[in-house]
């Protein structure tokens, strides 16, 4: 009984905030701080090769961080192991790498990815 009572009283704290998280929304995005994992770039590569992760998207881009005043410029890429269907998103400065996003099961939509290949000119 006083884990049901527990159980309870976070249920209601945590509907509590949910709900006043809701009510506050805006039409303006706002800047999260998100759980990544970052290090080295031969750390990051060790834990992607160690996932069998393939490169198969990379681009230029820029990444922003309450650690920085101004965005830094990344290369960020995307590694798939077509067998487990593990991924993981990727970004590489000049001072380090980070995994930002990972996961298991991905699609590829074929319609998308040759309108995406054509040549621009």
Not at 107 to 114: E, F, L, P, R, V
């Amino acid at each position: 009984m006083k884990y049901y009572l527990l159980f309870c009283v976070f249920a209601l704290i945590g509907g509590f905030v949910a709900g006043k998280a809701v009510a506050e929304e805006t039409d303006e995005p706002d800047w999260a701080s998100k759980p990544v994992i970052c290090g080295t770039v031969d750390k990051i590569s060790e834990i992607t090769r160690s996932k069998g992760l393939e490169l198969t998207f990379g681009g230029n881009g820029l990444a922003n961080s309450v650690n920085m005043d101004t965005p830094a410029s990344v290369y960020v890429f995307l590694g798939i192991n077509p067998e487990t269907k593990d991924w993981a998103l990727s970004e590489v400065t000049d001072e380090e790498a980070c995994i930002i996003g990972y996961g298991t099961g991905f699609s590829i939509d074929a319609h998308t990815m040759k309108k995406l290949s054509k040549p621009n000119t």
